[in-house]
């Protein structure tokens, strides 16, 4: 797959997705698969634009149960053959290089909600230029990249699904909790108890 079929996949392009582009690609230069179930696992440790790309290249996705989120706020990405456990942990090192005092302007200008068409056409191009030199960039200059001795996690496991006692909705069994005799869902357990 191309960059831009993950542009396709995530909707838009941006640097978060270069990153995770290029994250993707290593991982399965470095491990030799792409998930069809769950021979390999992600475990991410942010939410960003990078993890659409990892989901579409890797083939890791929380529905199959090999996309492991942990919300640590970091651009380090771990990959984890199941065959094997052969594992590598991918943490992005680049900076981009510092921005023109205009830039920054314009940047703080967007930051603020400022969307006029000079802000936006200003935000835009300096995405463009990141993107371009996170997708020309060697892996090298990009990221840190070990060998890591990781635990497999449990293959997904498909669990019952009961009404909540509470609102009703279906909820599976092991999300949720007794209050006063009655079985309900994690949110209808913090307005009961």
Known sequence: MNFDDAVKFHGHACPGLAIGYRVANLALEELGLRAR???LVAIVENNSCAIDA???ICGCTFGKGNL????HGKQVYTFIRRADSEAIRIAVKWAPPPEDPETEVMWQRYSEG???PEVTAAVQDRKARKMKVVLETDDADLFTVGRVQA???APARIY???SCAACGEKVMEP???EVGGKVVCLPCSEEEG
């Not at 492991?68 to 919300?71: A, G, R, Y």
Request: zero cysteines.
């Open 175 to 177: 999300r949720t909790r």
């Open 37 to 39: 179930d769950e021979e």
């Open 160 to 162: 019952k699904s009961i």
């Open 54 to 56: 990892i989901q579409l």
């Open 114 to 116: 400022d969307r006029s």
């Open 151 to 153: 635990e497999i996690p």
């Open 68 to 71: 492991i989120f942990k919300d």
